[in-house]
């Protein structure tokens, strides 16, 4: 019996929320009744080195290693749990084994649209680039009010310097 998503995603609400007592009680749950839980194996070895428990992390991400052994995130949470526990030299091999899975995961050829992949990728294509409109420049730009001068003030407000007496 599959193990249903909403608990696992209770689970992740609770570490999302820094509850990791309550994720690790409810992936280990889930690990009871599914031990080929991939996602719940992984974010067992997470939620085990965010409460600082560096070997139960380390054993828990080998076991999500045994799963899934050229998985890329399964050895950058290793290295990480790794260089926190302070064995820096597994660590950078950890580091190391997570570059190499990401360039195995490039090295695939394109798949080939199928029709109605293709009808959906058109769905969801982003705007193209339209040819731009022909549109006529004004002959006489407007005038810039920030540029504009005052106007000369009159009446009481001005000052006539020959009624200064000095």
């Not at 749990?81 to 660590?91: N, P």
């Not at 570059?99 to 490039?106: F, M, V």
């Not at 549109?135 to 003030?153: G, R, S, T």
């Amino acid at each position: 019996m599959p193990v249903s998503q909403e608990r696992y995603d209770d689970a992740m609400f609770a570490f999302s929320q820094g509850d990791y007592s309550q994720a690790i009680d409810a992936l280990r749950a889930i690990l009871a009744e599914d031990s080929q839980h991939f996602d719940a194996q992984l974010s067992l070895g997470m939620a085990l080195c965010r409460q600082g428990d560096f070997a139960g992390a380390i054993l828990e991400g080998h076991k999500a290693e045994k799963l899934r052994p050229h998985e890329q995130l399964v050895h950058t949470n290793l290295s990480l749990f790794y260089m926190r526990s302070g064995d820096k030299q597994t660590a950078e091999h950890h580091g190391l084994q997570a570059r190499i899975a990401s360039w195995k995961g490039n090295m695939d050829k394109p798949a080939v649209a199928t029709a109605p992949a293709a009808e959906a990728d058109a769905e969801l294509k982003m705007a193209g680039t339209a040819a731009p409109q022909a549109f006529k420049l004004p002959e006489k730009f407007p005038d810039m009010p920030w540029k504009k001068k005052k106007p000369p003030a009159t009446g009481d407000d001005t000052v006539n310097p020959s009624s200064h007496s000095h």
